[in-house]
Each structure stands twice: as C-alpha cells, then as structure tokens.
C-alpha cells in the first residue's frame, strides 16, 4: 500500500498541530491507499492523517456513496426524531421563513419540517449535481447544488451529518454563513468523539467510517473553537441518540443489518430470509431488507439508549448556533 500524501498534521477544528495517531478508530484501505486518524492534543477531534483531493472524494462519492440508503425507513424515522428535537427546543422556522437543508440527500428532514410547518419556504442542497437532480421535487421542494443559492437568502440553515465529511469543515462553514441572513439561525449536528461508540466498538462503530468518508471525528470543544474561528459566539451544544448509531442497535449488529464490511451497500441481491420483510422506501426508490420487528425494536432501543448513556457519551452531537 503506497501512500503519498500522509501527513495531515492540522486539526481541521481547532488549527493545533499536535497530535497523536488515533489507533482505536483503524487503518482504512482503498485503491491503493491507506490512511487512519490523528488525534488533536487540544481539542481531542480525530482527523484524517491522509490529504485526500476533492477528485478523489468526489469519484469516491459518485461511484460508491449509497445515497439510496437515505431513503430507507430508517432514516425516515431518524427526520422525525429530529423534527421532535426542534419542537422540544423551540427551533422550527416561522411561516415566512427560507430553510435550507445542506446534504439533505433525498430530503426526508425537510420533507418531515415542511409537513411541521407547511407555509415556509424549503430547498435542500447536494454537492453533486446528479444527486440533486435525483431526488428533486419528490417531496415537494427543490434539491439543488449550493452555486445556486444566492448570498444573504436563508433564515434558518441546517447541517445534519455534513461538516465531517469534509477534510476543509472550515470552508463548508463558511459556505454556509455565506446563505445566512443577518440573525439567521444555523443547526449542525454530527458524530460525538466521546461517543460510547468510538469507546465500545471503535473502528467497528457504524459512524466510524474511512477517513475520506468521515475526515473529521468532532467534540464539542473542537467544533465549538471552529464556529469561534468563523466568528459565532451564541450557540449551545446537545448531546443526542438516534436510531442508527446507538452503540448496541441495529446497525452495529452485522448478524441484523448488511452493512458492516461492505459498508452501507444496497442489499437488492440478498435472499430473503424466513424471519425478514421486505420493505419499500418511503420514496419508492430502493428496497432494504429488514427484520420483521426491527423498526420497533429500535425506536424502543434508542429512546432507552437516551436514559442510559451519558449525556456526554452519546453518539450525536447537535449545535444550535444564533448567526449574529
Ligand atoms: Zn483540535
């Protein structure tokens, strides 16, 4: 395995240079190159120790990234675990609101928020043409790529899961910040570094995944010093469980979910078993194989998952940032 661009030596979070190699989160291998993490000695994020270019990233997610998944009923109960996070915070959009959804994927967040708060106005965002060409209009809003979106035009922006994915959050930021209003409201959420995942089962976590699919592992500390480099100041940290990474649910049981080692792929060609149904997406647009009673098994799960971890510990960290 060669490996010519190792070397990534700046937390992307908090800009500190020193760290050491975060040896519980693996060696990932693909096409001839092979890169783990570093972890931030100040902030303690874990990053990618391999430069990627955006070529590669982006043939890596053109070729391979499952965005049909996204679609799948899991996720579908995920949008409305979320909706029930804003109401309980009081962080839904008023009436005459622009809300934009960047990486909404096939938009079931936004689909779900609409349905909360039908009269504003919604668009989500995907970084590749194709994907949002894909999965525009289907629910009743357009997905498009984020040239086309002018400066100065969203009250209320959100960010699930998207800042790790890149090895720049830096400049996804402030792409963001870019479409805010003055005193628009911003939410990013993204895996937890002192998640028990990362602590029980590691490399094997289902949200640890390869360091040019997830470069940035945060903590709070880490994204707070980022959002303090981009000039916010007004924002609060929560600490949530959702329904595919608790540590001891569905995902992260290979024997239950087809995921682990060939990570996330669509299942079309499995036999169905005795035990299994077959379910449709809510978007009719891929089919995933599921145990009869898994949904509800892990709805249970997650909410006991929410009593039993830690506040700390748990596998989502959620930011909700006041843009001044
Ligand atoms: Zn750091």
Redesign the pocket.
């Known amino acids: 395995m060669k490996n010519p661009r190792l070397g990534c030596s700046t937390?992307?979070?908090?800009?500190?240079t020193r760290?050491t190699p975060d040896e519980t989160l693996g060696i990932w291998a693909w096409e001839g190159i092979c890169a783990g993490f570093n972890r931030?000695?100040?902030?303690?994020?874990s990053?990618s120790n391999t430069e990627f270019t955006a070529d590669q990233i982006a043939k890596w997610y053109s070729e391979r990234f499952p965005y049909v998944y996204y679609s799948d009923p899991i996720h579908y109960l995920n949008a409305t675990n979320r909706i029930k996070f804003l109401v309980k915070r009081q962080w839904l959009p008023e009436a005459d609101h622009v809300v934009l959804d960047i990486g909404c994927a096939a938009g079931l967040f936004l689909g779900a928020l609409k349905q909360q708060v039908p009269a504003a106005s919604y668009a989500g965002v995907e970084f590749l043409p194709e994907v949002a060409a894909k999965f525009s209009g289907k629910l009743g809003f357009p997905i498009v790529t984020i040239n086309e979106i002018g400066a100065n035009t969203a009250d209320m922006v959100f960010m699930w899961h998207v800042l790790e994915h890149s090895l720049e959050p830096q400049v996804q930021l402030s792409a963001a910040l870019r479409l805010c209003k003055s005193g628009a409201r911003l939410a990013i959420a993204c895996p937890n570094r002192h998640a028990l995942g990362f602590t029980k089962r590691g490399a094997q976590w289902v949200w640890c995944q390869a360091p040019w699919i997830h470069c940035v592992h945060f903590?709070a500390?880490?994204l707070a010093?980022l959002l303090r480099r981009n000039g916010l100041s007004d924002f609060a940290f929560y600490y949530r469980e959702t329904v595919d990474a608790f540590h001891m649910g569905f995902l992260n049981r290979p024997d239950w979910y087809p995921v682990r080692g060939g990570r996330l792929q669509p299942t079309e060609e499995r036999p169905l078993e005795a035990s299994e149904t077959r379910y449709a997406s809510p978007l009719h647009s891929c089919r995933f194989w599921h145990h009869g009673n898994s949904l509800r098994r892990i709805a249970i799960g997650t909410a006991l998952s929410q009593i039993i971890t830690p506040r700390h510990e748990r596998s989502e960290l959620i930011c909700l940032v006041q843009v001044p």
């Open positions: 937390c992307p979070a908090c800009g500190e760290h931030c000695t100040r902030c303690l994020s990053y903590t500390n880490g010093e």
